[in-house]
């Protein structure tokens, strides 16, 4: 049933807890516990210029990098490049072992 438009309390404060919403016993809440990333931020220093925007935190990038590892997506790949995907010959290019070419 289709009730009375709710009014919108879009000047007020959301109040909500990540802590509450995340399981304790959550894979992510496990690998942030025991896996330290510090060393990240000293490999990653020299490549950093001293001067210029802020960047993202070394630490942070690699985090997602390893979130995206662990959940298997394929980051600015399109289905055309996919390696799941039939090149244009229909083969499959995982047997093959090699992308299919892009269109000219």
Known sequence: MLGPAKPSRLDQPITVSLEALVPRDHF???????????????WAQALYADRGRPSIDPVVF???????????????SCPARHPRFP?????????TGSLPALPS
């Open 87 to 95: 090149d244009e010959r229909g083969e499959d290019t995982e047997k």
């Open 28 to 42: 992510y809440r496990h690998v942030e516990a025991k896996l330290d990333l510090s060393f990240v931020r000293e």
């Open 62 to 76: 690699f985090s997602l990098q390893l979130i995206l590892f662990f959940e298997q997506e394929v980051v600015g």
